[in-house]
């Protein structure tokens, strides 16, 4: 069974660089057939998708976060990260870590982290 | 980026009640929408994908419908453990976009 463990800073400072890492579990993060991505959700609110990237490299990223955000993979570690800069209050959300799931072309996320709250503020 | 606007926001229902929601596109996105679970303080949780195809695990009462820009989320015997937030997610085109949700609540 794969599993997903985000981990990182629930606290960032305005104007500082929020990062997050997520731990794959039960699964290889080199598998070709998944792509990895990063969704967030401010308090009460709806789901934003921030962007994804695949195992040989390949990013795409939401063009309204698009200048701030940086994904990375580590597979000897079986994690990805996000690295998001120049944070605001806006950026305050609970962030979760996904697996894409592909079928006829379309990805689908089939595997969610639990989720972690990160905070800006001074 | 592709808007997608569910109907309604929020809904009562009863134990034993059939309910649909409603998941509009902006534009043509063939059957490349899912349909999500989500708990409160838990994660979603993928039901529908493809507009009409049942996830792993999935209870049957849940079905998917629709194509091009007008998509439905059934379910036709509402259990005590269905009652949470149902989002729905366009995987047609960059960037990925979802629906605001729809609140289905105990009557």
């Known amino acids: 069974q794969v599993q997903l463990q985000e981990s990182g800073p629930g606290l960032v400072k305005p104007s500082q660089t929020l990062s997050l890492t997520c731990t794959v579990s039960g699964g290889s993060i080199s598998s070709g057939s998944y792509y990895w991505s990063w969704i967030r959700q401010p308090a009460g609110k709806g789901l934003e998708w921030i962007g994804r990237?695949?195992?040989?490299?390949?990013?795409n990223y939401s063009p309204s976060l698009k200048s701030r955000v940086t994904i990375s993979i580590d597979t000897s570690k079986n994690q990805f990260s996000l690295k998001l800069n120049s944070v605001t209050a806006a950026d305050t959300a609970i962030y979760f870590c996904?697996?894409?799931?592909?079928?006829?072309?379309?990805?689908?996320?089939?595997?969610w982290g639990q989720g972690t709250l990160v905070t800006v503020s001074s | 980026d592709i808007q997608m606007t569910q109907s309604p926001s929020s809904v009562s229902a009863s134990v034993g009640d059939r309910v649909t929601i409603t998941c509009r596109a902006s534009?043509?996105?063939?059957?490349?929408l899912a349909w999500y679970q989500q708990k409160p303080g838990k994660a979603p949780k993928l039901l529908i994908y493809a507009a009409s195809s049942l996830h792993d695990g999935v209870p049957s009462r849940f079905s998917g419908s629709g194509s091009g820009t007008d998509f439905t989320l059934t379910i036709s015997s509402l259990q005590p453990e269905d009652f949470a937030t149902y989002y729905c997610?366009?995987?047609?085109?960059?960037?990925?976009?979802f629906g605001q949700g729809t609140k289905l609540e105990i009557k």
């Open positions: 996904a697996r894409g799931w592909h079928t006829s072309g379309w990805y689908y996320f089939d595997y």
């Open positions: 997610q366009q995987a047609n085109s960059f960037p990925y976009t």
């Open positions: 534009q043509d996105i063939s059957s490349s």
């Open positions: 990237i695949y195992v040989y490299g390949g990013t």
